[in-house]
């Protein structure tokens, strides 16, 4: 039996102070995932990342946000028709939607937004509020997603 | 991505009648170029005086990379954007080249470097069309938002859109052979780079080539396609007479790695070429304005009024005198027979710029031959400088990366000009042209507007080297302000 | 004398030697117990702590330790691991540990170590961040104590190797830090040859060579291809295969 192909895309600059919550998410999850999980930090969602959703199963978008509620949020999303593939860079909606038109196939989806602070500075750290933030949405995913159910 | 009005924000008061002089703002630049805004001035009578467009630039570099190692550098400069990070990471490589003594790289060091750049343009070109540009081109920018949709050109194309994405990630792919990374690499190292191709990767990307070459012949079939078709749009949308400024290869040819600095007026003469590039700054000064924090260069010799000058793309395709490739020649040819040597229109950039790519991947194409990237010398050494002076043409225009470093390796001074500061004045000009044409005697914002404004300025495809872009940050507005900074309207979507 | 005995790691026979320390006699099993200021050719000092092991109850340095008859050893266990990691997590906030601009990146121990251990980003422990200028006076090398993690293997290798003095620490408690016999380096007597400035003696990147920063690529670093420790593991193994090609 194949396991379900996971792939977690974290989003943004880790230059960026808070922006940086979907790389430090990613490195969190470390090198050892379980058989079938892939993790990925990208600076943003680029056209060409339609190519790896369309080869999993399950994708989780994790990015931060000035815009949820703290800690975090936890949303399923779809293909978005409106979602904004502006510029040099897509939202997870507008990504599952070009994948559906190229490739035929949109995985299951969900954007894990964790709430970030300070966004604007250049600084390689995260404030220690976001850092908290970073960690709840850590156990939460990793039980949501079994990976390290004993955490 | 629905437009609307906003006139229920309680801050914002719509009330038009209250001023002589208004200030329409429009904010197209969404999250990962920056933070920037368009304002429109208009005088009493309600014509368009002078558009601005205000960009909010990080100015944090110096501060991150003073008394850094020089070699340090090119890896910790790439760090500051996630779009062209490899042109950061060369020109902060060749400016480092200078430092350690290399005025000429190995053969090896220069074709790993160059296939590293050619790949970089390529996929920045490809998804600037593709996914920014088409869907204004395909469908008219005067059409709504919703059918300027990028789905419904992908809808109606998928397959130039399926190949679209495939040739980024050739691109892609070929920046992470060469730089060990598809982001953060450290390929280029002062003197060289720190890497051969394998035989493995020469043969997995050469076996694309052939495919991929016909796939850009085809887009680019679509760029003259448009242009042709649409000339009377070309001449009359935001085209004004410039300079022009790139790199030009020695003997006139377009190259995107290295040259001699050229700048050309309106009519395609010769303002200066200077081969020895750390001379850059005889010839180029820097203009601040206190409306933004973006510096306006100009050519010293003209002035600041008239030596503001253009970049990128069409710059290149204007200055050189043919391309190194077969096919790219040809296509250079046709583009002059339709639109002459010394073209001055804001659209033809996205001709120009498919012009380049089907020459990046004649020349990916040519590299990947040269075994030159199997093996050989990769780093060599030379008397040590103390400033250096790094240039390269980066996807949307020449990028400057200059530095200082002490006798104990330390970087003590840096400043760069990238490719949008240059074209500073001339995307102001352009927009002008645009409000002047769409809303004299009728000062009133509408999608219209925003649409040819974002137009004008996507043409330059303008990077502010920021990538900030947490969710919920990506305002899209246009503003109308009078003369004591009110806003009186507006739009945002 | 040369009477083997037996210890017991994790329920495993290891075989051991007189005067061999626990480490030793587990890494000729192939057995690896990480660490970071214990390197071969310096005598250990058992510092870091990283690998601390329960030595019949008791929790000890493994690098110190001398290996006793029929010791019961707890070592790859859940609360070792753990304590492991809450040493390597605190050198991480305790220094500036910047990876993707540190050209030590790739051949780092307490990055390698961090990985092994699968530490993650996340815990409440603040960023100490020192602002500790760069000393680059001498030619060859540049000091970046920003990035010092307290090993000590400089100290010991410039004393017990180079007969000199060249590095010692100042301070104390949080307060210490890594100083050289000098105003700054190039006032000392470090020349090229020392054993303290070699590879491999600095095991991030605090000493670093200079002009040598990123010349070996991604893919070809020491640890981009195995876990730290796993060139001990592989020992075993290594022969084993050489046996069974061999045949």
Not at chain 3, 203 to 230: M, N, Y
Request: charged residues 25%; proline residues 5%; negative net charge.
């Amino acid at each position: 039996m194949d396991e379900l192909r996971t792939l977690i895309l974290g989003i943004g600059n880790p230059a960026r102070g808070d922006d940086g919550l979907g790389a430090a998410f990613i490195s969190a999850l470390g090198e050892s995932l379980p058989e079938g999980f892939r993790a990925e930090a990208c600076y943003q969602l680029a056209v060409e990342d339609a190519i790896a959703l369309s080869q999993v199963d399950r994708v989780c978008f994790v990015d931060a946000s000035v815009d949820v509620p703290a800690p975090f949020d936890w949303q399923p999303v779809g293909a978005d028709p409106q979602g904004t593939m502006d510029s040099h860079a897509l939202t997870p909606g507008a990504l599952l939607m070009l994948t559906g038109i190229l490739f035929n196939t949109i995985p299951e989806a969900w954007v894990l937004a964790i709430r970030a602070e300070e966004t604007s500075e250049i600084r390689e750290q995260l404030s220690e509020t976001a850092t908290q933030h970073l960690e709840l949405a850590l156990r939460f995913f990793n039980e949501k997603a079994g990976i390290y159910p004993d955490l | 991505m629905t437009d609307r009005a906003a006139p229920t924000d309680p801050d914002i008061p719509v009330n038009q009648s209250r001023s002589e002089s208004r200030r329409i703002e429009i904010d197209p630049i969404t999250r990962v170029e920056g933070h920037g805004k368009v304002s429109i001035h208009l005088n009493s009578a309600g014509e368009v005086d002078e558009a601005r467009l205000h960009i909010v630039e990080f100015r944090g570099f110096e501060r991150f990379i003073e008394g850094r190692l020089l070699w340090e550098v090119p890896v910790i400069v790439q760090r500051l954007c996630g779009i062209c990070p490899v042109s950061h990471h060369l020109a902060a490589a060749k400016a480092m080249d200078q430092i350690v003594g290399v005025d000429q790289l190995t053969p090896t060091a220069e074709k790993m470097r160059r296939l590293m750049h050619y790949g970089q343009v390529l996929q920045s070109h490809v998804l600037h069309f593709f996914h920014l540009s088409s869907p204004d081109l395909l469908f008219g920018f005067d059409a709504p938002a919703e059918q300027r949709n990028i789905f419904a050109v992908i809808q109606a194309y998928p397959e130039l859109a399926r190949r679209a994405v495939l040739l980024r990630k050739f691109g892609q792919d070929i920046i992470e052979v060469t730089a060990g990374k598809k982001i953060h690499g450290t390929g280029a190292i002062p003197g060289g780079i720190n890497r051969h191709l394998t035989l493995e990767e020469r043969d997995r990307l050469l076996g694309q080539i052939d495919e991929l070459t016909q796939w850009c012949r085809d887009a680019l079939k679509v760029a003259e396609n448009y242009c042709e078709q649409h000339l009377d749009m070309l001449k009359s949308f935001a085209s004004f007479e410039s300079n022009f400024l790139s790199l030009v290869r020695e003997d006139g040819a377009l190259d995107l790695y290295h040259g001699v600095l050229s700048a050309q007026d309106a009519l395609g003469h010769p303002i200066f070429a200077e081969a020895d590039l750390t001379r850059f700054n005889h010839y180029l000064h820097e203009e601040v304005k206190d409306w933004s924090y973006m510096k306006f260069p100009f050519i010293q010799s003209l002035g600041p009024e008239s030596g503001w000058y253009r970049v990128g793309p069409l710059a290149r395709i204007n200055n050189c005198k043919g391309m190194t490739t077969s096919e790219a020649d040809l296509a250079l040819k046709r583009f002059r027979a339709v639109l002459g040597k010394h073209c001055g229109h804001s659209l033809a950039y996205h001709w120009a710029r498919m012009i380049e790519v089907l020459h990046c991947i004649e020349v990916i194409a040519r590299l990947l031959e040269d075994s030159d990237l199997l093996t050989g010398e990769r780093v060599i050494k030379g008397v040590r400088r103390e400033e250096g002076i790094g240039m390269i043409e980066a996807p949307r225009g020449t990028l400057i990366h200059h530095y200082k470093v002490d006798e104990h390796d330390q970087v003590q001074f840096c400043n760069l000009i990238v490719s949008t500061t240059h074209n500073n004045t001339a995307m102001n000009r352009a927009i002008t042209m645009v409000a002047k044409q769409h809303l004299n005697g009728q000062p009133n914002l509408d999608d219209a507007l925003l649409n040819h404004v974002e137009v004008a300025v996507r043409a330059y495809d303008p990077c502010l080297s920021c990538a900030t872009h947490a969710l919920g940050q990506m305002p899209l507005q246009i503003e109308l302000l009078d003369a004591q900074g009110q806003r009186l309207q507006m739009l945002s979507r | 004398m040369s009477t083997t005995f037996t210890i017991h790691v994790d329920g495993a026979a290891i075989p051991a030697r007189p005067g061999q320390t626990i480490m030793e006699a587990c890494d000729a099993a192939g057995l690896y117990i990480p660490r970071l200021c214990d390197v071969e050719g310096l005598a250990p000092q058992g510092s870091c702590r990283v690998c601390t092991v329960r030595d019949n109850g008791r929790c000890v340095s493994a690098c110190t330790q001398p290996a006793m008859p029929e010791a019961v050893i707890e070592h790859d266990t859940e609360s070792m691991n753990r304590y492991r990691r809450d040493l390597v997590t605190m050198l991480l906030h305790e220094g500036n540990h910047l990876c993707p601009g540190c050209e030590a990146s790739g051949r780092c121990e307490l990055q390698a170590m961090a990985y092994r251990l699968g530490i993650t980003d996340s815990n409440r422990l603040p960023y100490l961040q020192p602002v500790r200028p760069l000393d680059a006076s001498h030619p060859l090398w540049v000091l970046d104590t920003n990035r010092c993690i307290f090993c000590s293997r400089c100290i010991r290798a410039s004393r017990e190797q180079d007969g000199k003095n060249v590095f010692e620490y100042v301070g104390r408690g949080i307060h210490k830090r890594l100083a050289v016999n000098g105003n700054h380096l190039a006032d000392t007597s470090a020349q090229e040859g020392d054993h303290a400035m070699s590879d491999g003696i600095c095991p991030v990147g605090c000493i670093i060579r200079k002009g040598e920063g990123f010349s070996t690529p991604i893919g070809q670093r020491r640890f981009d291809k195995h876990l730290i420790g796993e060139e001990i593991e592989n020992k075993s193994g290594r022969s084993d295969l050489s046996t069974e090609e061999a045949q």
